[in-house]
Nanobody, 122 residues
Framework: QVELVESGGGLVQAGGSLRLSCAASGRTVSISAMNWFRQAPGKEREFVAGIRWNGGNSYYVESVKGRFAISRDNAKNTVYLQMNSLKPEDTANYYC???????????????WGKGTLVTVSS
């Protein structure tokens, strides 16, 4: 079992920045990739970014490329999502997810955090 706890959400003005953190505990040796998803009210959960636990290859949804950056600290079992140039359409609950296999399908995730709310005002 793996537990994930997100932090770092909040209210920010358009153009601002936030950094989300996701701390993993438990059987983390089973994880191959860590991911961030988001879900806005009335919308489906959307993949945002992912990173391989070993090797560090990262991948993003097109809408955040050049603005968001995912990184990891294996020693701390923590993954980060640096979000810059935020837009009102980035407003959503952001979820951390761990997977035993690399991929961006939410159905392929094995563990989920409870989420942290990001609100971007115009």
């Amino acid at each position: 079992q793996v537990e994930l706890v997100e932090s770092g959400g909040g209210l920010v003005q358009a153009g601002g920045s936030l950094r989300l953190s996701c701390a993993a505990s438990g059987r983390t040796v089973s994880i191959s990739a860590m991911n961030w998803f988001r879900q806005a009210p009335g919308k489906e959960r959307e993949f945002v970014a992912g990173i391989r636990w070993n090797g560090g290859n990262s991948y993003y949804v097109e809408s955040v490329k050049g603005r968001f950056a995912i990184s990891r600290d294996n020693a701390k079992n923590t993954v980060y999502l640096q979000m810059n140039s935020l837009k009102p359409e980035d407003t959503a609950n952001y979820y951390c997810a761990a997977a035993k296999r690399v991929g961006s399908d939410p159905m392929g995730m094995d563990y989920w955090g409870k989420g942290t709310l990001v609100t971007v005002s115009s």
